[in-house]
């Protein structure tokens, strides 16, 4: 081959081979281009469905209650973070933060490139993950839906869901959820615990100098706490105002002010996990998911302010009572005496105080004083018997029989195992007599008992409808809260109304979420009612209930005492009183969670129940305006009682006077007969 001729083969091999290496450089550039569009692609796809609505739900708020006067009583919590607004937080904290743990966070969109390309880096030159350039976002991305743990697969998770957060969520809603969540060291979550836990005070009282510090305790809280290293994080605290200073959020004269400070810690105000009047509060909780259709999130985390009817003076004389254990009958070593105690408003059913249980209080333990269902035993008799006798037009100076009866098997006793023939409608009521209820239920018909007793708010069974409702044998039975809504009727003309705790529910913006609007009911006439009145008094001054006397006061009411469920042992399973007085009206329950042959009351009710009654009521006097029953309504029938127990007595009296001659009679002939028996064996 001739030269010329090589010369030009090789210049057409190498056009030829330039040209291949251009498309094989186009084919790797639009392969790489193709690359990057699909890597893009698929991360678009990752962010747009990865699910962020996490963060739709507010940081949780305690949830504050109130008394009617305005004054906090308690706050209440299912979490360990306390949610603040952004208007809330101070500008130099936020702009604390941002100097020291995000320069650029108005700037980016989630990602902090340049510092991400450093922190791989250092990464790759240390052999593992020492550093993570991250962003607030990025931060809040890891702390909310993320591991602290250290791998690429959770790094780039995390810059998947920084991504979608920024495209979600503003600025300043990424701000207020990263403030809320991250922590502050010494138990604090968030910014408003960590204001309160160490500087004892709101964040939005803070200072410059303040926020500095909790600005500086985010990257390493167990090592920077004020309260574990106070050299370190003063140190901290002045490497953020530089910062600041640098960033200019802050002036020259406003930098030296802060950092000439001395750090000044406070004494924590966080809120007790252990809240005042636990049993009232569960009574809250309660009412304002059942009544107010709230859920139990909402109610502990919504930061909601409850307005209630309690009266912390009373509550914290039942309070007082029931820390004193010399109050009560003496436990069995294995099992604690439990009672409860509930006292309402006669005249709106607000609920002043509660306490429904013995012992240690613990996180949902049952409340005995709304919950209970036990019989109630005499202390139903008003209900059942006397009121409804009375709307059937018996008078309280009426003759009831009072001697052994036996209707259809049925055959009740005196516990004094004594009759009297006849006794007043007052004086069966106020000696708590047993066989006069029932002879007199039978008169005016059990479904008069019945009506009368659901009429006051008392649910009965089918099983319920015998002679049997005329001493508080009920199938199931009723709680103390029932029983004291169900007398206070009697202390408010006829009209109960129902008993409730909450009078107002507000959201955390102030909007009203709910008021009572509870429901009145004239059970009975006013005059019926004070006739009840006036025998329930007598049966704390010459009967059953005269432990439950108060100096200066009127105080009506009725023991009950209800039997074992076994035979062979002289006790009994539930003590009651049920009482008022013109301002309030109450009820005492006592008796075992098991009753059985090892643990039952001693004693009656007339011992236990109403002493507790009158200590609470006494305490609370400063309370409790009207001292005095107007009994205006029953003039005429109170003469009529009087003359009646006049008689009765005079009677009564004739009646001892002959039964004493027939004795002595009787005792003359039998020594009669005794001496002619001896003279004749002599």
């Not at 510092?115 to 052999?127: D, I, V, Y």
């Not at 001693?602 to 002493?611: M, Q």
Request: hydrophobic share 35%; glycine share 8%.
């Amino acid at each position: 081959m001739k030269r010329s001729e090589y010369k030009e083969q090789h210049k057409k091999t190498m056009k030829k081979n330039r040209s291949m290496k251009k498309k094989i450089i186009r084919f790797v550039c639009v392969g790489v281009v193709l690359a990057v569009l699909c890597v893009l692609l698929v991360l678009n796809l990752f962010i747009t469905f990865s699910d962020v609505s996490k963060l739709e739900e507010p940081a949780p708020r305690s949830t504050v209650i109130y008394d009617p006067n305005g004054e906090v009583i308690s706050t209440v919590s299912n979490s360990k973070i306390e949610g603040v607004s952004i208007d809330q937080i101070p500008k130099t904290l936020i702009e604390a933060v941002i100097s020291v743990e995000d320069q650029r966070f108005y700037k980016h969109h989630g990602i902090n490139y340049l510092r991400m390309g450093r922190a791989l880096l250092e990464n790759a030159s240390k052999g593992k993950i020492v550093s993570g350039g991250s962003t607030i976002t990025q931060q809040l991305a890891k702390n909310v839906f993320l591991t602290q743990e250290r791998t690429y697969s959770r790094k780039f998770k995390e810059l998947i869901l920084a991504k979608k957060i920024e495209r979600v969520y503003s600025k300043e809603e990424i701000m207020e959820r990263y403030l809320n969540q991250i922590y502050f060291g010494d138990g604090a979550w968030g910014v408003q615990r960590a204001a309160q836990t160490y500087f004892g005070k709101d964040v939005s009282d803070l200072t410059l100098s303040e926020s500095a510090t909790l600005a500086g305790i985010i990257k390493a809280p167990s090592n920077l706490s004020p309260k574990k290293n106070m050299e370190k994080s003063v140190k901290r605290r002045n490497l953020v105002l530089s910062l600041m200073l640098r960033e200019q959020y802050v002036s020259q004269e406003e930098y030296d002010e802060a950092i000439g400070q001395k750090l000044e810690l406070a004494d924590s105000t966080v809120p007790h996990d252990e809240e005042n009047y636990p049993y009232y509060i569960d009574r809250v909780i309660d009412e304002a998911v059942n009544t107010y259709q709230l859920t139990k999130d909402q109610v502990l985390s919504g930061g909601l302010h409850i307005t209630t009817e309690i009266n912390p003076v009373v509550q914290n004389a039942l309070e007082d009572v029931y820390a004193d254990n010399s109050n009560f009958p003496k436990s069995t070593p294995d099992q604690l005496l439990q009672s409860a105690s509930v006292f309402v408003n006669p005249k709106t059913g607000g609920i002043l105080a509660l306490v429904g249980g013995r012992g240690e209080y613990t996180q949902g333990r049952f409340n005995n004083a709304t919950d209970l269902i036990r019989q109630p035993g005499s202390a139903l008799k008003p209900l059942a018997v006397y009121t409804p006798a009375l709307e059937n037009g018996y008078h309280m100076s009426d003759l009831l029989m009072d001697e052994p009866i036996d209707v259809g098997g049925y055959s009740p006793k005196n516990i004094d195992q004594h009759y009297r023939g006849e006794v007043t409608m007052y004086e069966a009521l106020a000696q708590s007599y047993n066989v006069p209820p029932v002879w007199l239920l039978n008169q005016i018909g059990v479904q008069e008992g019945v009506d009368s007793v659901e009429r006051f708010g008392i649910p009965l069974t089918k099983n319920d409808r015998t002679l049997g409702l005329a001493l508080g044998g009920l199938d199931k039975g009723t709680s103390p809260l029932r029983m004291a809504q169900a007398f206070s009727a009697f202390a408010n003309d006829g009209v109960m109304e129902e008993a409730h705790a909450i009078t107002e529910i507000k959201d955390s913006e102030g909007k009203v979420l709910g008021k009572w609007q509870g429901e009145s009911v004239q059970v009975t006439d006013a005059e019926v009612a004070e006739q009840m009145t006036h025998m329930l008094q007598g049966v704390v001054e010459e009967g059953t209930g005269k432990k439950a006397q108060i100096s200066g006061m009127d105080v009506a009411g009725k023991t009950g005492t209800t039997q074992l469920p076994f035979e062979g042992v002289d006790g009994s399973k539930d003590h009651w009183f049920v009482g008022y007085t013109p301002d309030i009206a109450g009820a005492v329950w006592l008796g075992y969670d098991h009753t059985d042959a090892d643990h039952y009351l001693t004693s009656t009710s007339s011992f236990t129940a109403p002493p507790i009654f009158a200590k609470v009521v006494s305490q609370s006097a400063s309370e409790l305006s009207t001292k005095d029953f107007d009994l205006s309504l029953i003039k005429d029938e109170l003469k009529e009682l009087e003359k009646q127990k006049k008689k009765t007595k005079k009677e009564r009296g004739k009646k001892e006077k002959k039964k004493e001659k027939d004795e002595k009679r009787k005792d003359f002939w039998e020594s009669i007969e005794e001496w002619g028996q001896k003279w004749f064996n002599d």
